[in-house]
């Protein structure tokens, strides 16, 4: 795994927020259940392939719902470290979040970490096709003006690896369980933000 380490010297990170920047607390067969979605379906997906006016009421209770979690995120362990770390390194901090542009600012600043990004580098579940679609990645290293070959992305679930691997970045896994069940899809895998900072290069 040592070996893959080099890849941390890419200069332009795009984060996954809820359960890799913050402690997860979507509940999100809870969240199903109170949008009327069966166990396993997509969210997002399944909201937008309802008819107009439903689609739109649905979006509207989820917004609300993933608005109150915002406000009572918790920051995960290390997060402000990590971002303290890379930022005078001239790293480039990018999110990308199956929430919304609006909720997840509403996160990083009850986090106190909306300094440390651009609004313009967060890319929301409307902003652009949903993960595990590349193309929240592509919006990015567009704004960037970068390719592939410079960037990474950071994340606790499948759908962040597997956007990863679709944009053909470098992959980060975090899962303080040290459970690692996708291992296939990661280049680096870690328990916590902290252990992340330990292994940066130089």
Known sequence: MSDNYHLLKRKYWIF?????????????????????IPEGQPIIKTLDSL????????????????????????????????????????????ILTLNSRENAWITLEALDLAKYFSKESVIGRWCAEPKPSPKGINKLLNYWNVSAGDALIVGDYLYDLQVGRAAEIATVHVDPSATFSWPELADISVCSLNELTDILPG
């Open 51 to 94: 008819p107009g006016e439903e689609s739109r009421v649905q979006k509207k209770k989820l917004q609300d719902i993933e608005e109150k979690l915002a406000q009572n995120a918790s920051p995960a362990p290390g997060v402000k470290r990590l971002l303290e770390t890379l930022l005078p390194r001239n790293y480039y901090l990018g």
């Open 16 to 36: 996954d927020l809820d359960g890799t920047l913050t402690v997860a607390v979507h509940d999100f067969n809870a969240i199903r259940k109170e949008l009327g």
